[in-house]
């Protein structure tokens, strides 16, 4: 299947020194991550018994922070200044409680790095780890460079950072294979095998032979060569603190009294973009419908961004329409997920098989699927499937949110966090990937 480019694409220009200077200054004023040369202080709770020491490496900053003082330019359609602040959650979202950001869909690497400074798990001796995280913020760098059309350019701080890893002492322990990185983008952005499709804006970062040895967690994997990538969830709007709050949401969640049964929120494609075809119809079925609620994405409207109303608008539905787009997957799943609202697929790859570490393999539990003969009456299919097997659809739905969700790294601050997040279960995951459940010596 041909895949189509993502739709943030090419960035161009030296940006005048001014400019640099100038988001530097705001960056330093307005917003805070923490300084390289200062790692917070190690975390005051325990590591849970079955849970992996893992040791993060210091890089130098231009493979992480450095980046950020260029966030005005990082993406072409949108100035990520606001989006990298608190660490990568993104703003505080007015209205709500203190744990709701206004989270940026491509920042996992930030989110997850963030939670795992802070993390009880992490040890300060890397001699003690079992797992070795290199918090390189590649999606970053990879959508700085969509537009520089010298490949070697593109290609440069991917190649200077698996230099920089061989180097490494602890790298030759295992050649690699307790090491890992987490990639806020799709694994596609990362994989540019033929060059005289470069204008694509993919590097080759994953094709390196020093990052096949490690593992890749990535929010898309890429299904039929991605040997080493493993789906995490895109991060959504909710970082909780602890589990009284978690509680709370899935307990109003559960209660919201679902109006319509189904909804959508996104937009059309380009009829070239044959991945995506089902959107039309999906569009014209909606609007159709009394039954299905709808936030259009169209260009130019930033509607389909604002966490309240596509939260309030999913919370209202029985059922959430999740067809591919520019790529297989999307962060409206783990929106409608937040929602209680039961997904459905019409791709394989849109979850099924990206998060087969957070999703049960029972995936008709919790989703519905909708082959290409059913695309022409989505409302008649979802009308015959019967309230009380909904109703134990969204119980597992609600149950999947803790492990969806990227808790608010200052948790451990305080007390126990009280449930496993995602990256909990990315690090459990991983340690049973890397050492099936022995210790490493
Ligand atoms: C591309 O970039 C590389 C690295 O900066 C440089 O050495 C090379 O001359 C550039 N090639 C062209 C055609 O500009
Ligand atoms: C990758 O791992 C293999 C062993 O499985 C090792 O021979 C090779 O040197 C490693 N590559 C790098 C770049 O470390
Ligand atoms: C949980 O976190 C919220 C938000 O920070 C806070 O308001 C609340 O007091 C906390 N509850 C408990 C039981 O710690
Ligand atoms: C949606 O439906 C209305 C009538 O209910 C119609 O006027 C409009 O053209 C439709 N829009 C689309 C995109 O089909
Ligand atoms: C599905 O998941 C269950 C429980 O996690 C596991 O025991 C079972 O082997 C899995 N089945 C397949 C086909 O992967």
Not at 39 to 66: A, E
Not at 74 to 88: A, D, F, K, Q
Not at 385 to 401: A, E, F, G
Request: hydrophobic share 35%; charged share 20%; aromatic share 12%.
């Amino acid at each position: 299947m041909a895949l189509s480019p993502p739709r943030e694409r090419k960035h161009s220009k030296l940006i005048p020194l001014l400019s640099i200077f100038f988001s530097l200054w705001i960056i330093l004023l307005l917003f805070s991550f923490p300084s390289p040369s200062s790692p917070p202080p190690p975390p005051t709770s325990q590591c849970p018994q079955d849970m992996p020491k893992f040791y993060i490496y210091n890089l130098p900053s231009n493979f992480n922070h450095h980046l950020l003082h260029h966030c005005k330019s990082l993406n072409i359609y949108t100035n990520m200044c606001p989006y990298v602040s608190n660490e990568g959650l993104g703003r505080q979202l007015s209205g709500k409680s203190s744990s709701w950001f206004v989270t940026h869909q491509f920042l996992a690497e930030m989110v997850f790095h963030a939670r795992a400074l802070r993390h009880p798990c992490r040890t300060l001796d890397p001699t003690s780890a079992n797992l070795f995280h290199v918090p390189f913020y590649a999606g970053l760098y990879a959508s700085s460079h969509f537009r520089t059309a010298n490949l070697t350019l593109r290609d440069e701080l991917a190649v200077t950072f698996s230099d920089y890893l061989t180097r490494q002492p602890h790298w030759h322990r295992h050649h690699g294979r307790d090491h890992f990185i987490v990639v806020g983008r799709t694994a596609w952005d990362f994989m540019r095998n033929d060059d005289s499709t470069a204008d694509f804006g993919a590097n080759r970062l994953l094709l390196l032979p020093e990052i096949k040895n490690m593992t890749v967690l990535t929010v898309e994997r890429q299904p039929w060569a991605g040997r080493n990538q493993y789906g995490i969830p895109y991060p959504s709007y909710f970082h909780p603190r602890n589990r009284s709050e978690l509680t709370s949401w899935q307990e109003l969640v559960r209660k919201s009294t679902r109006t319509h049964l189904f909804s959508f929120v996104g937009g059309s494609r380009p009829a070239a973009n044959q991945m995506a075809a089902v959107r039309g119809e999906i569009l014209k079925q909606c609007n159709a419908s009394a039954q299905c609620l709808q936030v259009e994405c169209e260009a130019g409207t930033s509607r389909c961004y604002e966490p309240d109303r596509v939260l309030n608008l999913m919370m209202r539905a029985e059922f959430c329409l999740q067809p591919p787009g520019d790529s297989f997957t999307r962060r409206s799943v783990f929106d409608s997920i937040l929602a209680g609202c039961v997904p459905v697929f019409f791709s394989e790859h849109t979850a099924y098989t990206q998060y087969k570490w957070y999703m049960p393999n029972r995936t008709q539990d919790w989703s519905v699927f909708l082959g290409s003969d059913q695309w022409i009456r989505i409302e008649e299919e979802l009308g015959k499937i019967q309230k009380i097997q909904i109703q134990q659809m969204r119980i597992q739905i609600i149950d999947l949110i803790p492990s969806m969700t990227y808790a608010h790294p200052d948790v451990v601050h305080g007390d126990e966090i009280g449930f496993r997040d995602a990256v909990d279960v990315a690090l459990v995951e991983l340690n049973r990937l890397v050492w099936s459940g022995r210790k490493p010596v």
